[in-house]
């Protein structure tokens, strides 16, 4: 079992700045990609961007320029660093981390998620 404790999310001002980590802990070898996903109240859960274990990233057309993802494999976490914030920025993200583990014969495929950060910004 993995668990994804996220930090980092509040209330910013637009325009400001807000780091989020998620720090994986439990049985988390044979992690792979993790990702920051996002919703707003009303919307679908979307990604926001993505990291694979060697650092290779993907955002979201609505935040390239703006947001950095990363990741510390010494410490099994993983960052979003929130740069220009938009009101339209504002919902709950979560952490998302997938595992591929062999356990005797089988190959298993694993997903996990954190609990979830609210991030607003006011205008």
């Known amino acids: 079992q993995v668990q994804l404790v996220e930090s980092g999310g509040g209330l910013v001002q637009a325009g400001g700045s807000l780091r989020l980590a998620c720090a994986a802990s439990?049985?988390?070898?044979?992690?792979?990609?993790m990702a920051w996903y996002r919703q707003a109240p009303g919307k679908q859960r979307e990604l926001v961007a993505t990291i694979t274990s060697v650092g290779s990233d993907t955002y979201a057309d609505s935040v390239k320029g703006r947001f950095t993802i990363s990741r510390d494999n010494a410490k099994n976490t993983v960052y979003l660093q929130m740069n220009s914030l938009k009101p339209e920025d504002t919902a709950v993200y979560y952490c998302?981390?997938?595992?591929?583990?062999?356990?005797?014969?089988?190959?298993?495929?694993?997903?996990?998620w954190g609990q979830g950060t609210q991030v607003t910004v006011s205008s």
């Open positions: 998302n981390a997938k595992q591929e583990r062999r356990i005797l014969t089988s190959l298993r495929r694993y997903e996990y």
């Open positions: 439990g049985s988390i070898f044979g992690i792979d990609d």
